[in-house]
C-alpha cells in the first residue's frame, strides 16, 4: 500500500521560506516520477512541481525559480524548497505518485490515496 505523509509546512510571511518533506512507504521514489501538489480553497488541486525517475524535473511557471524539488532515495523521501513564498502560494501541500512529462499538466497517477498534507500559510 503507497503512502505519503508530508511535513514541514507552516505560517510564513511572504519573502520567507519553507522546506517541505514527504516521506513515502510502498514505493521507491528512486523509481518513480513524483510529484508536488497544493489545493487553495476553494480551488481544484493542481500539479505545481515534478521528478521523474530519471532526474527531469517539471515546475508550473508560478512556482519556477522559487520552488526546488529533490529526492533522498536512501531515506525514500521527496522534498520541495520553498523560496521567495507569495500569499498566493496558501495552500494545503500534498506530495504523490504523478505523471511527469515535459510540456503536459503534472497529473497524480491512480493508485494511491492522498495523504493529510502539509499546510502553507503565506501571510503579507
Known amino acids: 500500500q503507497v503512502q505519503m505523509v508530508e511535513s514541514g509546512g507552516g505560517l510564513v510571511q511572504a519573502g520567507g521560506s519553507l522546506r517541505l518533506s514527504c516521506e513515502v512507504s510502498?514505493?521507491?521514489?528512486?523509481?518513480?516520477?513524483m510529484g508536488w501538489f497544493r489545493q487553495a480553497p476553494g480551488k481544484e488541486r493542481e500539479g505545481i512541481s515534478c521528478?521523474?525517475?530519471?532526474?527531469?524535473?517539471v515546475y508550473v511557471e508560478s512556482v519556477k525559480g522559487r520552488f526546488t524539488i529533490s529526492r533522498d532515495n536512501t531515506e525514500n523521501t521527496l522534498s520541495l524548497q520553498m523560496n521567495s513564498l507569495k500569499p498566493e502560494d496558501t495552500a494545503m501541500y500534498y506530495c504523490?505518485?504523478?505523471?511527469?512529462?515535459?510540456?503536459?499538466?503534472?497529473?497524480?497517477?491512480?493508485?494511491?490515496?492522498w495523504g493529510q498534507g502539509t499546510q502553507v500559510t503565506v501571510s503579507l
Open positions: 510502498g514505493l521507491s521514489v528512486e523509481v518513480n516520477d
Open positions: 504523490a505518485p504523478a505523471v511527469c512529462t515535459l510540456g503536459s499538466p503534472i497529473s497524480p497517477r491512480d493508485f494511491f490515496t
Open positions: 521528478l521523474s525517475f530519471t532526474g527531469r524535473t
